[in-house]
């Protein structure tokens, strides 16, 4: 809800058994702006185990790699 009704696409996605290897990416590139690491850290932490959970698929680096790079920008200030 957090970020508007253009949302719904990337939380099915990321609700997915196997989310899309550009998911990662996406993830990364969210997590830079304020609005959407508050997204991503909402309240109930579902989105964070969420994606603790992806760093664990092994069929795509590059979702692993968006993933580490979320977390890693939700964890520490972005562009300091």
């Given at each position: 809800r957090a970020l508007g009704p253009?949302?719904?696409p990337l939380v099915r996605a990321l609700s997915a058994e196997r989310p899309p290897a550009q998911l990662g990416p996406?993830?990364?590139n969210l997590s830079q702006a304020a609005e959407g690491r508050r997204a991503l850290l909402e309240p109930?932490?579902?989105?964070?185990?969420r994606m603790l959970s992806l760093l664990?698929?092994?069929?795509?680096v590059e979702l692993r790699r968006?993933?580490?790079?979320?977390?890693?920008n939700c964890c520490f200030q972005h562009g300091k």
């Open positions: 253009g949302a719904e996406l993830l990364c109930s932490g579902r989105v964070v185990r664990r698929c092994p069929d795509s968006g993933v580490v790079g979320a977390l890693r």
